[in-house]
């Protein structure tokens, strides 16, 4: 997993309340367990007027102009800021993978649904949760000026505006401890494999019989 120490990214508002792991990939585009290739369909019913399907080529489609993220002044935008309760519905992690493949690195908002919650920092995605009115301010700074970029530090926790205001963030120290070294589940698991390989040997000499070979 990709780590996450500091990055200074363009940042795009999606004040929407409650969008959907539904909205942010639709089910029809959940074919893979890869973690890549779900950029093309971010957003897919609000990013294109056509109806598109699986494996479908993206510039034979029809774009949304007003949709936020085919405005030319947002491309390359690495930092979503979106409503409260974002990531709420099903659980599929295809959501957080679909928002890492399109560029972003982390989305702020006022709330997130738990399991989006988890998946992200699993992902290398990091949540960071505001205060509403924090929120709906950087959300009014992006859209007033464009080129509107952040400076987010995950080791000191903090969100740095343009104008040098500074946010402090919350986050959970286990989680933050992994998302600094880019551990996920496997690779946490593997930092012990020196003791499970232990436990393995003496296990084999305790109870030999549970053993095909010596």
Not at 16 to 26: E, F, G, L, Y
Not at 145 to 163: C, K, R
Request: hydrophobic content about 35%; charged content about 25%.
């Amino acid at each position: 997993m990709q780590s996450f120490t500091k990055m200074k990214g363009l940042a795009v508002p999606l004040m929407r309340s409650n969008v959907d792991t539904d909205a942010i990939i639709p089910k029809q585009f959940l074919k893979s367990i890869k973690r890549s290739g779900f950029g093309v369909n971010l957003f897919d019913e609000w990013r294109y007027k056509d109806a598109g399907f699986p494996g479908q080529d993206s510039s034979t489609r029809q774009p949304n102009p007003d949709f936020v993220l085919n405005k030319p002044r947002y491309k390359g935008a690495q930092v979503l800021i979106a409503g409260e309760n974002f990531g709420c519905g099903s659980s599929r992690e295809h959501a957080v993978w679909a928002l890492g493949d399109y560029g972003f690195r982390t989305v702020i908002a006022s709330g997130f649904a738990d399991i989006f919650n988890n998946n992200s920092f699993k992902s290398g995605l990091l949540p960071i949760v505001l205060d509403k009115e924090i929120t709906a301010k950087l959300a009014e700074e992006c859209e007033s000026s464009e080129g509107y970029e952040l400076d987010i530090d995950l080791e000191a926790q903090t969100v740095t505006t343009p104008n040098g205001d500074v946010y402090p963030f919350e986050v959970d120290s286990f989680r933050k401890h992994c998302l600094l070294n880019g551990f996920d589940d496997i690779e946490l698991t593997l930092q012990q494999r020196f003791r499970i390989e232990e436990y393995e040997v003496a296990r084999r000499k305790a109870a030999p019989w549970l053993f095909d070979s010596p």
